[in-house]
């Protein structure tokens, strides 16, 4: 595979440089820019197989487009045996399930004519047990220095990792942080690290425009299987840099799956992730609406400002591809979902929606991870307008008969509240690249917090509770006044505001499950 990606790269990056213009690209896009996740083999099905395709994404683009965000994360789509698609066997080829390189190009030309980005996922922490390499060193040892996986003699104790040792040999084990599967990759090996740097060169220079690492915080591990290692940032850090010498407007999102102080090392340097997902606030968010009290979210949103350095460079989110679906967790109660949508569209940072999210999509009945990758469901034809044969896999909750044609006839679904809430982010400023920061209320199930930029600031007052909240009182910070020049509700929210003197904000009659958007022409201070 090196020499076919070696010789790849001499044309691609010629054609890349003789593109170049004089004007450096940045990334600075990633700051305007509204994500848009994507399990390929469940959104939509463009050959009658049951099985989603890059040819049916590349169909359903101008609805993305319609929804107003302006990029996509395709879950994993090169060679692999499973249907997840982390466990890789050729970093360089399609799955045949999903189309053809072709058919990868054709999507990512598309895309990028309607205005949007396009990354990739990548699992970089391990490959597939089928992967070439990985079935040669089973069956012959090769001298230490080279092993591009990890072997052991033994297991070692104690261990602090989450992964298992799986024998080859009696005295012969190879070590997977997540299942047999997917044998962990040795990151000492030079061999291996040219090879992620070929890698990433190689669809860069077919035009994509980022990775999403998956696993990140597990690269190296530490001599009883400590993650977050020096040796794991460094790795980031040269590979993150060395492509970037190439193509320095790619965007690097990190899933670093651990509290805000773990996050934080990850994007405060500026050298390593562009952005990491924000897994703590997503948590405090779903228990905020589950247990109906702010405590969680405000308690998840105060250790991000502590730990991270920059709230520009969190990816907020609501659920992924691995977490229970926000539906389910609220018992598809609309207000919350509503409100949900809400809260990750004015947050710091670069929101990530999770495909049928926009439309309240549950989990399925079971409890194994393909229910929470059920097909998309987008009209009332048969199989909702997924395929025209049998899915791979089943529909969600066989009550749940919402699609994408039916909620966009209805103002008040939740689709429409992603629409307009998506919107109105995209014409604020404020809420792109604002200053963040919590506000106390003067309610426990009430949490608020403002955005803040130039002359312009967004309140934001959340109520959780199910109960009408009569008055919240916030107490402003000193770089806002609410001596303002001008006070707006924008988005049509009900809003009933009174200011007293230059710090003090008053909202009054807060529906159950709820947000408030108060809009304050200021001088900062």
Known sequence: MKNLIASALVFLLSQHVFAQTTAKPTNDWIHHSIFYEIFVRSFQDSNGDGIG???????????????????????PIYTSPSYHGYDTIDYTQINPDYGTLDDFKNLLAEAHKRGLKIILDIALNHTSNLAPRFIEETKTAPAADDEMYLWFAKAVKPWFGLGKWYPVAPDRLYYSSFESAMPDVNWFNPAWRQEVNDVLHYWSSLGVDGFRLDAARY??????????????????QDFVQQLKKDFPATMFVGEVWADANVIGPYVNSGKQLDLAFNFPLSFGLQNSLEKENAADFVSAAQADIKSVTSQDSLAPMVTNHDMIRIATDVKGNADKLKMAAAILLTLPGTPYIYYGEELGLPNGPGNDDRQKRTPMQWDDSANFGFSRGKPWFTFADPKFTNNVMSESSDANSVLETYRRWITYRNAELPLQLGDFKVLPASESHVAAYSRSLGGTSEIL??????????????????????????TECPMNIHCAVVLKGDQTLTVAQMAPFSVTLVKLSTNTR
């Open 53 to 75: 395709d890059l040819n049916g994404v590349t169909s359903r683009l101008d609805y993305l487009q319609s929804l107003g965000v302006k990029g996509v994360w395709l879950l």
């Open 461 to 486: 007052v959340l109520n959780f509770g199910a109960t009408m909240v009569p008055s919240v009182k916030l107490d402003l910070p000193s770089t806002i006044t609410a001596a303002s020049t001008r």
């Open 219 to 236: 690269y190296v591990k530490g001599p009883h299987g400590e993650t977050d290692t020096p040796e794991t940032h460094q790795f980031i």
